[in-house]
């Protein structure tokens, strides 16, 4: 497994010292020698291709140059102060411009040195020009480290080059590293894995990967330490997911009882989709199998997530258990205890709503109730996990919306009972299918994919300012009709006194448009307090107003199935998953609803990109995707998951294949030997032991 010598402190490395240590650890967070070694290139300058000036054209990609340094001089002033040099071979001459770091630049370049000039060309006033090159003096037939064609490029920062440690002077730190550990570097996966999977040995990968002899074996390096990434966080995860079938046992219902089928066969309203029917059974076959239930359910809005949750809920009661559901928000929660309420017709079973509102005298009720088994179903915000909210016998939590809660909250619900309840989360934001392999990799995965019979597919249309007149006519003639409209302006906490000086603009706008008393709005606003907010919606709820003006905090719990048409204002400033759960507010009933994305003229590739998805596909999945390729893997997994990726060069978003078979070979390993105890998985176990300490992933979902 890993050696001593990869945890040393980087400072005991040759040409590194106590100050150099300090950058790196500061701007690169290079601590030991492991670090250094798994900092990699981000790209590779293939230095068998040179190119003359006068060939360079705006088109290309990048481009390397050698000539001479003939000019240097500062122009501009303040702002626009910047350093310029002229370039020059025997084809012609062009700009070097820099923008910043100009004082050490002008006391390390060379005028009348030759360089190997590398960046991308580009024309600026009929001038061929590099912005921020990088440079290297050229010296002919000088050996280069390890004879390498294929030169790794490192980022790195100011305060690391005035140390001389830019991309060349990390690379001659990683030629001594390696040179260092040469005899170090050990295996860390079983012998049989990389022979079955025809693996590059780790040793030969780490060196092929910062001094690379060829593009196939720099090709082989990358796939070795791929597989190594994917392969450990899967491991992690599944070990995860055994324990909480041996280790930690679950409440066994055996039972569908009275409560379930009474429900099922009398009050619900409509028939269950097929989805929503797989979901159930693979719940029911966890809770009747003795073993601990993590399961995550993915389904898109309006998918009927809540139906499944309450009949989950059911089967819990059924077998003598109290059930709980917790949202992120008080308006969530009120829709949800709103829903089941409705749904059971305050028959079946008794339900309750405890949130920061509720008042004291409601609370010591609802505490009494817990705790002398009256009450079945709880529904609630954080206010469920306080210590004075005790259950007699807590066998069932859901959690909706489970991104929204840190690792804590959720552990704190886990702990309300001396056997841990059956834990299932929800989320009506669709995780691509890679994400949810690494990020929930230890939970069983359900997805709702099937919206319920009679929903009509919401028709959206992308109008830039220039139109508003064409969509005023529109809501008036949806009100005309009778129905509703939403209309969403953002909410960014970096500029939230713009946002609502737009939100105010439009409102007046609106009211000369649609003037009293022929038409009434509702304003809401995150400023607002909850009371004056909930009164405005209850309105809107009850069709007293026949538009809503608000906020994205109407993105989740409002469910107005006559409301028909959502106007998104700014759209250009939404991410994907925020268009399409504003987007997933209407369309809840069976007329025909809308979805309209207002923007400005000027969009950057990536708003239309958005903007176009939004119009082109109502998939949730698929826009998904479409976020993850823009987005990356950390921002959609937010703070609080981004750091289990950890992910230095494996991608997500193009290394699927990988990791599906990377997955398939963990779940082979537990299935041929759950406790990692034959001989050929020692390095896995020893891998596991050493894992961080912390909270235990494993008995929270």
């Not at 082989?220 to 392969?231: M, T, W």
């Not at 559901?325 to 017709?345: D, F, G, K, N, V």
Request: aromatic share 8%.
């Amino acid at each position: 497994m890993v050696s001593y010598g990869v945890i040393t402190p980087i400072e005991y490395l040759k040409g590194v010292g106590p100050a150099r240590a300090e950058v790196l650890k500061a701007e690169l967070g290079i601590h030991t020698f492991g670090d250094l070694l798994r900092y990699y290139p981000f790209r590779y300058i293939d230095r068998t291709q040179f190119h003359k000036i006068e060939r360079l054209h705006p088109d290309m990609a990048a481009a390397q140059v050698v000539g001479r340094l003939i000019q240097l001089e500062e122009r501009g002033e303040r702002k626009g102060r910047r350093l310029v040099g002229i370039l020059k071979d025997d084809t012609g001459t062009m700009e070097l411009v820099w923008f910043q770091s100009i004082v050490w630049l002008r006391k390390s370049l060379q005028v009348g040195g030759v360089y190997v000039v590398y960046g991308k060309p580009q024309l600026f006033q009929q001038n061929l020009s590099i912005t921020h090159p990088e440079m290297e003096l050229y010296q002919r037939g000088a050996k280069e480290i390890g004879s390498m064609h294929l030169q790794p490029v490192y980022s790195s920062t100011d305060k690391l080059k005035k140390l001389s440690l830019d991309s060349r002077g990390i690379l001659k730190l990683q030629a001594a590293l390696l040179e260092t550990l040469s005899s170090q570097l050990n295996e860390e996966l079983p012998d049989y894995i990389v022979n079955l999977h025809r693996l590059m040995p780790l040793r030969q990968a780490l060196t092929a990967i910062h001094f690379p002899k060829n593009q196939e074996e720099l090709g082989q390096a990358i796939r070795r330490l791929k597989f190594d990434e994917l392969f450990f966080i899967q491991l992690k995860l599944l070990k995860s997911k055994l324990l909480n079938t041996q280790k930690f046992r679950g409440h066994r219902f055996e039972v569908v009882g009275e409560r379930f089928n009474t429900f099922y066969h009398k009050h619900l309203p409509f028939s269950l989709t097929q989805a929503q029917k797989r979901v159930i059974k693979e719940i029911r076959k966890d809770t009747a199998s003795g073993a601990q239930l993590n399961r995550l359910v993915q389904g898109d809005v309006g998918s009927g997530k809540t139906v499944v949750a309450l009949m989950t809920m059911l089967l819990a009661v059924d077998n003598g258990f109290q059930a709980c559901l917790m949202a992120p928000t008080e308006i969530l929660a009120q829709q949800h205890y709103q829903s089941i309420t409705r749904l059971l017709r305050n028959q079946i079973a008794s339900v309750q709503l405890l949130t920061g509102s509720t008042p004291r005298k409601d609370r010591r009720v609802i505490h009494a109730q817990l705790e002398d088994g009256s009450l079945d179903i709880l529904v609630g915000t954080h206010a469920l996990i306080e210590d004075a909210v005790k259950f007699k016998n807590l066998g069932f939590v859901v959690i909706d919306e489970q991104h929204r809660f840190g690792v804590e909250q959720r552990a704190k619900l886990w702990r309300k009972n001396a056997i841990p309840p059956h834990m299932l989360v929800m989320t009506a934001t669709p995780i691509p299918r890679t994400l949810a392999m690494t990020l929930y990799g230890d939970l069983d995965i359900s997805v709702i994919d099937e919206l319920p019979a009679g929903r009509k597919p919401i028709k959206t249309m992308h109008l830039y300012e220039n139109s508003r007149l064409r969509m005023f006519g529109f809501m008036k003639e949806e009100i005309a009709r009778g129905r509703q409209v939403y209309i969403v302006y953002p909410l960014i906490k970096e500029s939230e006194k713009m946002d609502l000086l737009y939100l105010e603009a439009g409102l007046e706008t609106l009211m000369k448009e649609f003037p009293l008393p022929h038409y009434r709005i509702s304003v809401v606003h995150g400023k607002m307090p909850v009371k004056d907010k909930e009164f405005e919606m209850q309105r809107f709820v009850k069709g007293e107003t026949q538009i809503m003006v608000a906020t994205t905090v109407i993105e989740v719990g409002v469910n107005v199935p006559n409301a028909t048409v959502m106007i998104i204002e700014n759209a250009e400033r939404f991410g994907l998953s925020q268009l399409h759960q504003l987007r997933g507010r209407v369309g809840r009933g069976a007329e025909q609803s809308y979805c309209i994305l207002m923007s400005g003229s000027k969009l950057s590739k990536e708003s239309k990109l958005r903007l176009e998805t939004m119009v082109r596909t109502n998939d949730g999945f698929e826009i998904a995707e479409v976020d993850l390729q823009l987005r990356g893997p950390g921002d959609l997994a937010g703070t609080q998951q981004s750091g289990v990726l950890n992910l230095r060069l494996a991608d997500l978003t193009t290394d699927q294949a990988l990791l599906t078979e990377v997955r398939a070979r963990v779940i082979k390993v537990f299935q041929e030997d759950p406790q990692l105890s034959d001989l050929r998985h020692a390095r896995l176990r020893q891998y596991l032991s050493q894992k961080e300490p912390g909270i235990s992933w494993e008995k929270i979902s």
